[in-house]
Structure formats: structure tokens, C-alpha cells
């Protein structure tokens, strides 16, 4: 079952973007494991990250414009926090997976095209790597999965670490 939290991200925080990522995951989780004490609760945040600036989701076509000619030709970090929350066995763990993303070089053609035709405003960084965006990226080094918003690989190796298999 999804259930959204009722925690909003304050990007004025002062935090590095792992701490960031890993503090709202973390936030969330807890958040819905108040409610749900026999629960797992799992919360995760994606956050892009172009050199230290934390880029979240854009608010309208301008502010998602302005992120992607940011990142036109270049390589950023795509980071997820996942956080962990078992009140009723005392489980409270939080991890990061880190996913560098290099794109191509951007006309404005092309992200005025994506801004119009896919309306990313719901996305960290303006983009969704498993739309028609995914022409966009020249390399992945990491997790795709992780780009696309939740690190399946690491979260298997970190439930196996917990409860074993």
C-alpha cells in the first residue's frame, strides 16, 4: 500500500545533498510509521544534484526550462535516500544510492518539446529518464532504477542484511 506523508521538503535547509535526501526519507518514513506501529515502512527521496546545488522538482515551465538548460551537456548525481521504519521491531535504518547521469548537449527545441509534450513538474531535476527523455542521456554510471526513483538493487541488499534470506 502507498500512502503519501505530510512532509514537505524545505530546500533553504542546511544540509549536504546526502544528508538531505537521507533526512526526508527518513522524515517521511517515520511520518507514516507513527500511524502504522506493526508496519515496514519504507520512505525514499530523490533528489538531482548538479555540482552542490540541489535541484527539486520545478514549480512551472520556466523553473523546469531553467533546470534542464542547466543540465544540458552535462553529468550530475542522481541520489535517492531510503529509509526504513519498523516501530514494533525496533528496525530505524536510512541508506543512499548514488547514480551519476550525463546528457548530451540540449537545443532548446528539444526541452521546450519535453516541457510541452511530458509536463515533468513532478520530477527531481525536471526529467524522467524512462520517458522519451531517456534520448536525452548519453551515460548512466549506476543504478537505472535508482534514476527512475527507487534503488532496487541496494533496497534488496539492505532488507537481505536485515531480516536474511
Known sequence: MVEPSSVHEDF???????????????????????????????????????????????????????????????THTVMTGVSLQAKSLEIDHTFIEKTKVQFKELSNIEINYYIENYEPFDKAGSYGIQDWFSVCVEKIEGCFYNVVGFPLSAFYKEIDNIFGT
Open 12 to 74: 533553504t535547509i542546511d544540509l549536504a545533498p546526502e544528508d538531505f535526501a537521507q533526512h526526508y526519507a527518513k522524515q517521511k518514513a517515520m511520518d507514516i510509521s507513527y500511524r502504522n506501529h506493526d508496519s515496514l515502512v519504507i520512505g525514499a527521496d530523490t533528489i538531482v544534484v548538479l555540482g552542490n546545488r540541489i535541484l527539486g522538482k520545478p514549480k512551472n515551465a520556466t523553473e523546469s526550462y531553467d533546470m534542464l538548460s542547466s543540465l544540458s551537456g552535462t
